[in-house]
């Protein structure tokens, strides 16, 4: 099989396509043959060796699949041929630049008919991170108000339509070039952070989900009501700001992302009532993998990037 892997830390240059041996499933695994790999922003900065998550090259980068199973010893959950996607492994690697993955079962679940692979390698890791932020963490409920930050991007346009399921009225920032994207997912207002500041006109906030960090999350506590939870993604160890928020009475949580296959199965649920899509940038295919990365890197992604096998 073909995976994609970099001996050395580096721009997109340094990933390269070579022949590797299959993996061999343990019992509980299932071998997936990949059909399609969801990117997320995380890997372009392990890439470029920016964050210690999976130590040093050589390694090989991803962790949102959809695919077919081909063999699955000693596991009752799938059978060869069925189609699964999942965010296997996180945030140990999954190796899932690959034509061929070996994953645990209970990190994948059957993919909804009505969703391409492409879709369905998009949706785990964004999905997941939205869900267990805004179910699990931040409690949201019919008419709580809701601010999400970077609403166009790929956790924050899923995390408008999950919000907006739960019943509450969605707030959300964007730039002006998304506005549009962003209204059509539902967000009952949409700022433009480049003209607006959002903490002089946003407040009474439940709960806001933080995809920015740095000033963003430190200003969002203006804008919460007393006893307002702000739950992030990407500052979860900021420890003055957790005790800043506490010390005003409010909640702050940060979202360290798993496999979770109670949250994959809403997730799927929303799917199918009609009440979730994934929106896709931009495909790749998987011999255009530094192209992508390249992409990646430029940021203010429109949802999300694929790679095709």
Do not use: C
Not at 148 to 160: K, R, W
């Amino acid at each position: 099989m073909r995976v994609i892997t970099q001996q050395t830390f580096g721009g997109p240059e340094v990933l390269t396509i070579v022949n590797a041996p299959e993996p061999q499933p343990l019992p509980t695994e299932v071998l997936v043959r990949v059909k399609a790999i969801g990117l997320n922003p995380l890997e372009a900065l392990l890439r470029a060796g920016e964050f210690p998550l999976i130590g040093k090259p050589p390694f090989i980068l991803g962790w949102d699949i959809s695919g077919v199973v081909e063999k699955s010893p000693q596991t009752w959950r799938f059978r060869p041929g069925d189609e699964v996607f999942g965010m296997p492994l996180f945030p140990r690697a999954a190796n899932a630049y690959a034509e061929v993955v070996s994953a645990p079962a209970l990190h994948l679940a059957h993919k909804p008919a009505s969703l391409s692979h492409i879709e369905a390698s998009a949706l785990p890791v964004v999905g997941l991170t939205a869900w267990q932020g805004l179910v699990d963490l931040g409690a949201v409920s019919a008419g709580d108000r809701v601010l999400v930050h970077g609403g166009g991007g790929g956790v924050g346009h899923v995390a408008i339509q999950i919000a907006k399921a739960l019943g509450a009225y969605v707030i959300a920032t964007a730039g002006r070039s998304k506005r549009e994207f962003v209204e059509r997912l539902g967000a009952d207002e949409v700022i433009d952070y480049t003209t607006v500041d959002f903490a002089e006109s946003v407040r009474d906030i439940d709960v806001v989900l933080d995809t920015r960090g740095g000033e963003t999350a430190e200003r969002s506590l203006g804008v919460l009501r007393p006893g307002g939870h702000l739950v992030t993604a990407v500052a979860e160890e900021d420890s003055k700001l957790a005790t800043k928020l506490e010390a005003a009475g409010m909640r702050f949580s940060g979202i360290a992302v798993d496999p979770d296959p109670v949250a994959l199965r809403g997730l799927i649920e929303l799917v199918e009532q009609g009440k979730l899509r994934v929106h896709v940038q931009e495909t790749f295919p998987f011999e255009r993998v530094a192209d992508a990365h390249r992409v990646l890197d430029g940021g203010h992604l429109q949802g999300k990037l694929v790679l095709t096998v």
